[in-house]
């Protein structure tokens, strides 16, 4: 297996300082952004022509077969590779019939925000993260919103040189409270992601991820053990939607909810809502149904609202009346806390006290105005409200 070279940042002549990197992670957000908006069917960000190429680290999650090739079991693809081969995922490599990940210490996206971009609504509100992201994704769906990072090769994006310890300084030095890898596949950098939360943790900081779920059962059963809070995409409710537009399967996503709930891991839930694909008034009944019986009644659900991009740049916007009527759905099949994403100044933004209905966290997009809860009790009533507040 090849050692990992230094990858020197597109940015600049040489490796960033660590309060230049955190001017830069901005800057690299909005090109993210930037790139989605344009769409033009070019990969997004060019790799400088003074960047190396990305470099195997080892990866322990395969099993080998006969001729060199390897079987991947990080995620229920179970690509079989040749020497040389990648996987569907393009940040995993056969090399010289081992597997090496090309996503290890090389983000694209680093960002601080408060935890309630990623979103967490339930867990220590406004409490700043550092946000990670790489390259690759085992899933393609067609609403990627961020396509030109998570669906191209890794040579294809603009990546700063931070394996965990410099990621873990950058951390300390922006004085946040937790780590996350967001905005981009966990699963993708599950390597870098694992060693870099277990110095978080040693350093006292939180971890937190928001991923796809699309792990198999050993490194799921891993990831459980290494954070604090999970928001799992539950991108549909219906086998032909995952199949047709997501790559992959729903059954896998639905394990990994439970398991992450069985594991005492804090889980919130993500759903896009998407006019004409997944907004179906009994696809969502079905899916809030499965939620209460299945993880309970105080998961918190974030009704996300789509916007046309990608594959999908046909499409409308969600008209917030379809967020509504899967809001009451939701509401009606028992959930208590059910909120409405991208659209400021919804009341879904606001988490209210199941027990008297007062509002016990305002927020306005992803600022919080008020807290009124006490030791994760309402200050009203005394009732508890399900979370991680402390």
């Known amino acids: 297996m090849p050692e990992r070279t230094t990858t020197a940042t597109a940015w600049t002549n040489g490796p960033l300082s660590r309060r230049e990197l955190l001017r830069a992670s901005v800057r690299c957000a909005g090109a993210v952004c930037l790139a989605a908006w344009a769409g033009a069917g070019q990969a997004g960000h060019?790799?400088?022509s003074n960047v190396p190429p990305a470099r195997a680290w080892p990866s322990p999650w395969f099993e080998p077969l006969a001729g060199g090739a390897v079987r991947c079991t990080l995620c229920p693809h179970a690509c079989r590779l040749t020497p040389g081969q990648r996987g569907r995922c393009r940040v995993r490599e056969?090399?010289?019939g081992e597997l090496g990940t090309l996503a290890y210490g090389n983000p694209s996206l680093v960002q601080v925000h408060p935890v309630e971009r990623t979103p967490f609504f339930h867990w220590r509100p406004a409490a700043r993260a550092l946000s990670v992201a790489?390259?690759?994704c085992p899933l393609a769906c067609d609403f990627c919103e961020v396509w030109d990072m998570a669906l191209v090769d890794p040579e294809e994006v603009v990546a700063y040189d931070l394996p965990p310890p410099a990621l873990l300084d950058h951390a300390r030095d922006a004085g946040v409270q937790a780590l996350a890898f967001a905005?981009?596949?966990?699963?993708?950098?599950?390597?870098?992601?694992m060693d870099s939360a277990a110095l978080a943790r040693g350093a006292g900081l939180g971890v937190l991820a928001h991923t796809s779920g699309y792990l198999s059962e050993a490194p799921l059963a891993a990831l459980?053990?290494?954070v604090d809070a999970v928001n799992v995409d539950l991108k549909g409710f219906d086998d032909g939607f995952y199949r047709e537009l997501v790559g992959g399967e729903l059954a896998p996503v639905l394990r990994a909810l439970t398991h992450l709930r069985d594991a005492g891991v804090h889980l919130e839930i993500t759903h896009l809502v998407i006019p004409t694909l997944n907004d179906d008034a009994a696809l969502t009944r079905a899916m809030c149904d499965w939620i209460v019986s299945e993880l309970g009644r105080d998961v918190p659900l974030h009704l996300a609202r789509f916007y046309p991009l990608y594959r999908l740049a046909n499409l409308p916007p969600t008209p917030v009346s379809s967020l509504d009527r899967a809001r009451a759905i939701a509401f009606e099949a028992g959930l208590r806390h059910v909120y409405v994403a991208r659209v400021t100044g919804h009341e879904g933004e606001n988490t209210f006290c199941p027990h008297c209905g007062v509002k016990a966290v305002a927020r306005l997009g992803f600022f919080v105005e008020e807290v009124?809860?006490?030791?994760?009790?309402c200050l009203t009533c005394g009732g508890e409200v399900a979370g991680r507040w402390a």
Request: hydrophobic content about 40%; overall charge negative.
């Open 46 to 48: 060019a790799r400088g």
């Open 94 to 96: 056969n090399v010289g």
């Open 134 to 136: 790489t390259a690759g």
């Open 183 to 193: 905005f981009g596949e966990p699963v993708a950098s599950f390597e870098y992601f």
């Open 224 to 226: 459980a053990g290494a």
């Open 372 to 377: 009124a809860l006490q030791d994760g009790r």
